[in-house]
């Protein structure tokens, strides 16, 4: 039963501290994405890569986030430093090229900055 | 600003009848249409899609409908169970190719009344 799994599933933290969430796609997908869901913006991209690399990241604060693939089974989500404001619940999900094959979405990371 | 947009933000609708979600969009370049449905706790779950090249697809008890002059879509839930009391989100992109990026709505919490 192939499916993306995510670490931690929680995280409560403190201002100013680093977060890092990681993800697993699944095996053989090429595509991973992060997304953040909150209460007033649903679920918005942060940011994805194909084959590894990052094709955008446009949707994440650049200044305190980065993501990457450091090899294809694992993708980090890093928040350095962290604020109360990047409170929300973290979701990674992995697709892949075929043709009407949707994306498929770990269980999330729900992250507490106090 | 908001491309995708579903204005409900509840629903709730009694057991056996019709549920009828609805859901917008502002970009004429998004192709590709598709529901996910979220339990507590849980990432989205695919449930269903339509290329813009349809404006009806059915699957079991879920139909999804394509108007693309109004760009607007909608879901309709037929019989509604109680088990599908959940978040519903919209999303859409500008493929039908699994890899590319979905910009969602921010949801509709749906609960079936027994």
């Known amino acids: 039963d192939a499916r993306v799994t995510q670490t931690p599933r929680h995280k409560v933290t403190e201002m100013g501290q680093e977060v890092t969430m990681r993800c697993q796609p699944i095996?053989?997908?090429?595509?991973v994405f992060w997304y953040r869901q909150t209460m007033m913006q649903g679920l918005e991209l942060l940011a994805y890569?194909?084959?590894?690399?990052?094709?955008?990241d446009s949707g994440m604060p650049k200044d305190r986030f980065s993501a990457e693939m450091p090899d294809a089974t694992l993708a980090t989500l890093k928040i350095q430093p962290s604020e109360p404001r990047d409170s929300a619940v973290y979701f990674c999900?992995?697709?892949?090229?075929?043709?009407?094959?949707?994306?498929?979405f770990g269980p999330g990371t729900r992250l507490t900055v106090l | 600003d908001q491309q995708v947009k579903q204005n409900s933000p509840s629903l709730s609708v009694q057991e056996g009848r019709i549920s009828i979600l609805n859901c917008d969009y502002t970009?004429?370049?998004?192709?590709?249409f598709l529901w996910y449905k979220k339990y507590p706790a849980e990432g989205p779950t695919f449930l269903i899609s339509?290329?813009?090249?349809?404006d009806k697809n059915e699957d079991g008890r879920f139909t999804v409908f394509l108007n693309k002059s109004a760009k607007h879509l909608s879901l309709h839930i037929v019989p509604s169970q109680p088990g599908d009391s959940a978040v519903y989100f919209c999303?859409?992109?500008?493929?039908?190719?699994?890899?590319?990026?979905?910009?969602f709505g921010t949801g509709t919490r749906l609960t079936i009344i027994p």
């Open positions: 890569f194909r084959n590894r690399a990052p094709l955008d």
């Open positions: 970009n004429s370049m998004f192709d590709y």
């Open positions: 095996l053989g997908h090429n595509t």
């Open positions: 999900a992995s697709g892949s090229g075929l043709r009407g094959n949707e994306q498929f």
């Open positions: 339509i290329s813009s090249i349809k």
């Open positions: 999303a859409a992109s500008g493929s039908n190719f699994g890899n590319e990026k979905l910009t």
